[in-house]
């Protein structure tokens, strides 16, 4: 009987709708920066939903809210979620989709009056993205245990915050405490944010694994200087320094090849004058590889570069890490059960690896844990124009409703 249960998509896309209607900005995306008061506003509108679904609903210390639904036994829930915080120009998928979709799952319990041997929870977790706080994933890995709460509340934000007083500024710092998992097995809808479903023309991702990230900031210290008089050779140019970081990780990922990827997604330039030599430079390298070894040996050549190169031009590099996370390899039994389900829906169904970080990643610490991926338009996401077309949308849905339904008995 419940293999013949399916979401109501209009209900989903509904509330994706009135989602995104938070920190809704220019082209159709969203900004809700973690811990900021969008982000609040959007945390008050999905915790009412799962209220009003009848869910018992907790709050722990780093913020991360986990609803869950009683089953006939007690015991660890079944879990699936993400996360609801954005990047600056983020779409209405990106995380919003697994939280949505978990709540769905529950309506259409509901409806059906179905109670499930295991309880079931739907979670969202502080802060995924670090965008503003680093590291990424920050409430799932303070969740299971792999970053402390003082660690958490005392990161200082691109906008010189802290998680700390962000969190109590907002009303969300619960009191259950952190680092005490409690999770039967845990699923993961997400939008791929990358090409492959689409380019392929199929549906569903049974994701395996998800690939090592590496954040570094690097601070580089020059003197600055008057743009006209001072000869090239005097120079101790920061800028120059940053943009040769900007260059050497396209020509570093081009070289490894493989999986690598480089990204500097920002730099900072002091004094920022159109006339003055930039005496600091803060740049940002985001290196990831599903491969470990290749990713320490990126991350060697990275350094060695930057402090070849500072040390060239006359300047000091300071550097730190912001976030550092290992490839992570899913469950086998839960990526089977994916792609069995997804099969059984008459699904078209790939095994994948995962490009973009995900709370699952941290969940898989502690319980078996997978992910669902459905298409993204073009490949395109943490971009307003990121898209999943309608049935994808509720292609996902049914297979997250039918693992859930398996592993809740
Ligand atoms: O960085 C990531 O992959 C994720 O979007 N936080
Ligand atoms: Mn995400
Ligand atoms: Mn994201």
């Known amino acids: 009987m419940t293999g013949n249960l399916r979401i109501d998509l209009d209900r989903l896309i509904g509330r994706l709708e009135r989602l995104a209607e938070i920190g809704a900005i220019e082209g159709g995306g969203v900004c809700r920066l973690a811990l900021t008061d969008e982000d609040k506003a959007g945390r008050d509108l999905v915790v009412g939903w799962m209220r009003a679904l009848g869910l018992t609903v907790t709050i722990d210390a780093i913020g991360n809210v986990i609803a869950t639904r009683a089953g006939r036994e007690g015991g660890p829930p079944v879990m699936t979620g993400s996360h609801i915080d954005t990047v600056r120009t983020g779409g209405r998928y990106d995380g919003n989709l697994g939280v949505l979709a978990g709540l769905e799952v529950v309506e259409c319990l509901n409806d059906a009056g179905i109670e499930t041997r295991r309880p079931i929870a739907v979670a969202f977790f502080t802060n995924e993205e670090g965008a503003r706080f680093t590291p990424d994933m920050m409430g799932s890995l303070a969740y299971v245990g792999g970053l402390s709460l003082d660690e958490a509340l005392s990161a200082v934000g691109i906008d010189g915050a802290t998680v700390g007083d962000s969190l109590g500024r907002i009303g969300y710092a619960g009191t259950t405490p ?213 049935a994808d949308l509720g292609a996902g849905a049914n297979v997250l409703l039918q693992t859930m339904l398996e592993l809740a008995g």
Do not use: C
């Open 178 to 390: 952190v680092g005490r998992p409690d999770v039967h097995a845990f699923v993961e809808l997400h939008i791929e944010q990358g090409p492959v479903l689409d380019l392929e023309g199929i549906t569903i991702g049974a994701v395996d694994s998800v690939q090592g990230i590496s954040w570094t900031e690097y601070t580089i210290s020059g003197v600055s200087n008057h743009a006209g008089t001072t000869p090239m050779r005097l120079r101790h140019d920061a800028g120059y320094v940053a943009g040769a970081i900007a260059r050497f990780v396209r020509e570093l990922a081009l070289d490894m090849g493989g999986n690598q990827v480089a990204t500097v997604g920002s730099i900072k330039l002091k004094p920022d004058l159109i006339h003055v030599v930039p005496n600091r430079a803060i740049v940002t390298v985001d290196l990831r590889n599903t491969d470990e070894a290749l990713l320490q040996q990126a991350e060697r050549r990275m350094a060695s570069f930057v402090s070849a190169t500072a040390r060239a031009e006359g300047t000091d590099v300071a550097s730190r890490t912001l976030a550092r996370f290992e490839p992570v390899v899913f469950d086998a039994a839960m990526v089977d059960r994916v792609e069995r389900i997804a099969r059984g829906l008459g699904l078209s169904v790939r095994r994948m690896t995962s490009g973009a970080g995900h709370d699952a990643q941290m969940i898989q610490r502690v319980a078996p844990s997978a992910m669902i991926f459905v298409p993204s338009v073009a490949g395109i996401s943490h971009n307003v124009r990121e898209h999943t077309e309608r």
